[in-house]
């Protein structure tokens, strides 16, 4: 975990260059974190990298989708957004079905069990990091 905080805090100041972006190296440190963790082999790896980018495209293109929470005025605002969130929640719940037997041919039991625990704990992270940085 501290070699993901070590990458996100010098690529979260870094500036684009040589036609890498930030989310393209942000993408990186997070398969290079999940190689670490679930222990992935360099032939797993080969095979993971684009399921996983794959995934990850699908998770931003939903999350993207959704607006900033507004303060709800009445309890039929606070309903219709507590809609919203569960309806997101549960597409992203349907990609992450998806990609589960995709990954399942990449990865031993051990580690499938494990992918969507780390992946969290990565995204965790990354959002502290980027509340942190918003607060500062």
Same mark, same amino acid.
């Given at each position: &975990?501290?070699?993901?905080?070590?990458?996100?805090?010098? %690529?979260?100041?870094?500036?684009?260059?040589?036609?890498? #972006?930030?989310?393209?190296?942000?993408? $990186?440190?997070?398969?290079?974190?999940?190689?670490?963790?679930?222990?992935? %082999? #360099?032939?797993?790896?080969?095979?993971?990298?684009?399921?996983?980018?794959?995934?990850?495209?699908? &998770?931003?293109?939903?999350?993207?989708? +959704?607006?900033?929470?507004?303060?709800?005025?009445? #309890? %039929?605002?606070?309903?219709? &957004?507590?809609? +919203? $969130?569960?309806? &997101?929640? =549960?597409?992203?719940?349907?990609?992450?079905? $998806?990609?589960?037997?995709?990954?399942? %041919?990449?990865?031993?039991? #051990?580690?499938?069990? +494990?992918?969507?625990?780390?992946?969290?704990?990565?995204?965790?992270?990354?959002?502290?990091?980027?509340? =942190?940085?918003?607060? =500062?």
């Amino acid at each position: &975990m501290i070699i993901l905080l070590a990458l996100v805090s010098v %690529t979260a100041t870094a500036r684009d260059d040589k036609g890498s #972006s930030l989310n393209e190296r942000l993408y $990186k440190a997070k398969v290079r974190e999940l190689v670490y963790r679930l222990h992935i %082999t #360099s032939e797993q790896q080969k095979e993971f990298e684009p399921i996983y980018r794959s995934y990850c495209e699908e &998770m931003t293109a939903l999350w993207a989708d +959704r607006k900033r929470p507004i303060k709800p005025s009445t #309890s %039929t605002d606070a309903a219709a &957004m507590a809609k +919203r $969130k569960m309806e &997101m929640q =549960q597409r992203a719940q349907g990609i992450r079905m $998806k990609y589960i037997d995709k990954l399942a %041919t990449v990865l031993n039991a #051990s580690q499938v069990g +494990r992918f969507f625990e780390v992946e969290s704990i990565i995204q965790k992270k990354l959002k502290e990091r980027r509340d =942190q940085a918003r607060n =500062q």
